[in-house]
């Protein structure tokens, strides 16, 4: 575990080089320049950069839908991971949007660390997409926080049911 400090800042388009080219090692079908610079430009987006040693480490998009949050993408420098980075951004937005808001996602069932942090965050597992990812036919696990959820029920959640875990 390295001390060195973090400094968590609004994302801004500056930033969408070192953005891309994180996502580019980071995820097997990595979003392009022009889907960050519009997700970016939506006024409704939370949207956070951490900054370690003067480079950006990581970074978190959330766009609101009426009124729920949807993250759209995260994901941390390799080399930075297993350190907090992304808990750290994820309660940094979590404080933007407001503790209670509510917030969704999808993640692969097989990407076990991801869904390792949104369970340590207060998300469930509460149903699935089929055939959701394009270049593998794998389902999507749909997540939320809610103020139920992060009790571990899932009766604020809608069309809720109890999703299977693991690949
Ligand atoms: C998922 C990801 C964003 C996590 O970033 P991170 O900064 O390493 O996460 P944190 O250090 O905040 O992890 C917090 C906790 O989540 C869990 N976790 C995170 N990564 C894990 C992994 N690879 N395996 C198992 N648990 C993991 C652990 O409980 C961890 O706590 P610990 O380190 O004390 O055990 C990062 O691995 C990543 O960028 N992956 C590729 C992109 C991706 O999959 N994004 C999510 C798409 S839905």
Not at 114 to 125: D, N, P, Q, V
């Amino acid at each position: 575990m390295t001390e060195i400090p973090v400094e968590i800042r609004p994302l801004t388009y500056a930033d969408l080089p070192q953005v891309v080219a994180i996502e580019r090692r980071s995820l097997p079908t990595p979003w392009s320049l022009a889907m960050f610079v519009l997700e970016l430009s939506k006024p409704d987006g939370a949207c956070m950069a951490a900054v370690q040693d003067g480079r950006l480490a990581g970074y978190v998009i959330c766009s609101r839908y009426d009124d729920v949050w949807h993250v759209m993408s995260v994901a941390v420098d390799p080399a930075r991971r297993r350190q907090g980075i992304a808990t750290t951004l994820l309660e940094r937005i979590f404080d933007q949007v407001g503790h209670d808001a509510r917030v969704t996602l999808e993640v692969r069932p097989s990407n076990v660390g991801a869904i390792a942090l949104y369970e340590r965050l207060g998300f469930l597992a509460a149903g699935s997409r089929r055939r959701y990812y394009q270049d593998n036919g794998e389902d999507a696990l749909i997540m939320w926080r809610t103020p139920a959820t992060r009790g571990g029920r899932l009766d604020d959640v809608p069309n809720a049911r109890a999703a299977r875990l693991g690949p």
